[in-house]
């Protein structure tokens, strides 16, 4: 079965340090989400490609996010430098989007604690 | 904004016990509606949904009916099991963007 993977599944980092997550989404899909899941504010849109082309990162906090897609087979999403408060779990999700209804795929996220 | 509301959790049930998670949304125009489930140490995945008003979207005995006049989308199932604990997620894909606004998450808890 085709699935969306991310590396690593858990990251523990101290304050200060890069972190970068990996994704490679399913073969011929269109779209790439990344989401950050917390217990206090759920699931969270930080920013999603279409084709390679980011469409929308205005939920990502720009002085310290990044993300990219330097081909279709990967996706990265980078902090620098990380924070306590980033601590979460990152999903990645891919597509085939063509008129907003179909369904997205998850991977089985990055659970990053930064100390 | 768009955004969507979930009755908070966690639900606790017997198995099979009739089950309801109530989910509204605000959204301009005319969204299509999904319901997420996560188990533990997983991704989501997709479990039902619904594109346009009326809609009734059903798999593995869930189902969930878009109703426009009262921006709901309530997820029920007739008869709970064990294997169905896990988190809900309702979420909703405005103006045919592809991406998804989620809820805050049910969590379901079934005993034997």
């Known amino acids: 079965d085709a699935r969306v993977t991310q590396t690593p599944r858990h990251k523990v980092t101290e304050m200060g340090q890069e972190v970068t997550m990996r994704c490679q989404p399913i073969l011929g899909h269109n779209t790439v989400f990344w989401y950050r899941q917390t217990m206090m504010q759920g699931l969270e849109l930080l920013a999603y490609?279409?084709?390679?082309?980011?469409?929308?990162d205005s939920g990502m906090p720009k002085d310290r996010f990044s993300a990219e897609m330097p081909d279709a087979t990967l996706a990265t999403l980078k902090i620098q430098p990380s924070e306590p408060r980033d601590s979460a779990v990152y999903f990645c999700?891919?597509?085939?989007?063509?008129?907003?209804?179909?369904?997205?795929?998850f991977g089985s996220g990055t659970q990053l604690s930064v100390l | 904004g768009d955004s969507v509301t979930q009755m908070e959790g966690p639900v606790t049930l017997s198995e099979e016990a009739f089950l309801t998670i109530n989910c509204t949304y605000t959204?301009?125009?005319?969204?299509?509606l999904f319901w997420y489930v996560q188990y533990p140490g997983e991704g989501l995945q997709l479990l039902l949904k619904?594109?346009?008003?009326?809609d009734k979207g059903s798999n593995k005995g869930f189902e969930a009916t878009y109703r426009k006049e009262t921006t709901s989308f309530h997820l029920e199932k007739g008869s709970v099991q064990v294997s169905d604990s896990a988190v809900y997620f309702c979420?909703?894909?405005?103006?045919?963007?592809?991406?998804?606004?989620f809820g805050q998450g049910t969590e379901l808890s079934v005993k034997p």
């Open positions: 959204a301009t125009g005319y969204p299509s």
């Open positions: 490609f279409r084709n390679r082309a980011p469409l929308d």
């Open positions: 619904a594109t346009k008003a009326d």
């Open positions: 999700a891919s597509g085939l989007v063509r008129t907003g209804d179909e369904k997205l795929f």
């Open positions: 979420a909703l894909s405005p103006l045919k963007g592809g991406k998804l606004i």
